[in-house]
């Protein structure tokens, strides 16, 4: 693995709560740890891993259930205490550019899956390696896992970290997100 660049941590007042903030850089991709001002003294924080959805997480769309799911964790870690690791790796790690012309090709008719794979991408192309190392650098060895995706459960575990409990991270669908959750479900195997 390349070397992780950190930052120190700092204080970081949101509409959710006060949290500290910690970066990570990996690379060209930097990451943000977001702790409940208590996390250090929790045993098993909650722990979410998000992946960064720009459109989702910053303007807010329908397509996904992304922002939802992010503003969920924020609001439980500020009142539990815990983390949210912020990943960068926008599209399942296809970069923004492609996420775009993957959603033209779900206006065409393509569901998510196939249209990474149209584009020449896997169904996933996110790489974990750098949230090891914020987790080992939090030093964390057993959290409650805030995911419905079974690859971030694997990735944990193989990490040495024990889940104590997983914690659905289930939305409301709606008419722009129904086909995308349910492929979610059929073809990742998403635990929804």
């Given at each position: 693995?390349?070397?992780?660049?950190?930052?120190?941590?700092?204080?970081?007042?949101?509409?959710?709560?006060?949290?500290?903030v910690k970066?990570?850089?990996?690379?060209?991709?930097?990451?943000?740890?977001?702790?409940?001002?208590?996390?250090?003294?929790?045993?098993?924080?909650?722990?979410?891993?998000?992946?960064?959805?720009?459109?989702?997480?910053?303007?807010?769309?329908?397509?996904?259930?992304?922002?939802?799911?992010?503003?969920?964790?924020?609001?439980?870690?500020?009142?539990?205490?815990?983390?949210?690791?912020?990943h960068r790796?926008?599209?399942?790690?296809?970069?923004?550019?492609?996420?775009?012309?993957?959603?033209?090709?779900?206006?065409?008719?393509?569901?998510?899956?196939?249209?990474?794979?149209?584009?020449?991408?896997?169904?996933?192309?996110?790489?974990?390696?750098?949230?090891?190392?914020?987790?080992?650098?939090?030093?964390?060895?057993?959290?409650?896992?805030?995911?419905?995706?079974?690859?971030?459960?694997?990735?944990?575990?193989?990490?040495?970290?024990?889940?104590?409990?997983?914690?659905?991270?289930?939305?409301?669908?709606?008419?722009?997100?129904?086909?995308?959750?349910?492929?979610?479900?059929?073809?990742m195997g998403?635990?929804?």
């Open positions: 693995m390349k070397t992780i660049i950190e930052s120190k941590i700092a204080n970081l007042p949101t509409k959710y709560g006060d949290f500290d970066a990570y850089k990996d690379g060209c991709q930097e990451h943000l740890a977001i702790m409940s001002k208590n996390f250090n003294e929790l045993k098993a924080p909650h722990v979410r891993v998000h992946s960064e959805c720009l459109t989702g997480d910053s303007v807010g769309s329908l397509k996904c259930d992304c922002n939802k799911q992010l503003v969920m964790a924020l609001k439980l870690i500020a009142k539990e205490g815990g983390l949210v690791i912020y790796q926008e599209g399942r790690n296809i970069g923004l550019v492609n996420k775009i012309n993957a959603y033209n090709l779900q206006d065409q008719g393509y569901n998510t899956v196939e249209a990474n794979v149209k584009l020449g991408f896997k169904a996933d192309e996110r790489d974990y390696k750098a949230v090891g190392y914020i987790l080992k650098d939090l030093g964390l060895d057993e959290i409650k896992l805030m995911t419905n995706n079974p690859k971030k459960i694997q990735f944990v575990e193989s990490c040495g970290i024990k889940i104590k409990k997983r914690t659905p991270s289930i939305i409301k669908t709606n008419p722009y997100n129904e086909n995308y959750l349910k492929i979610k479900k059929e073809q998403h635990l929804l």
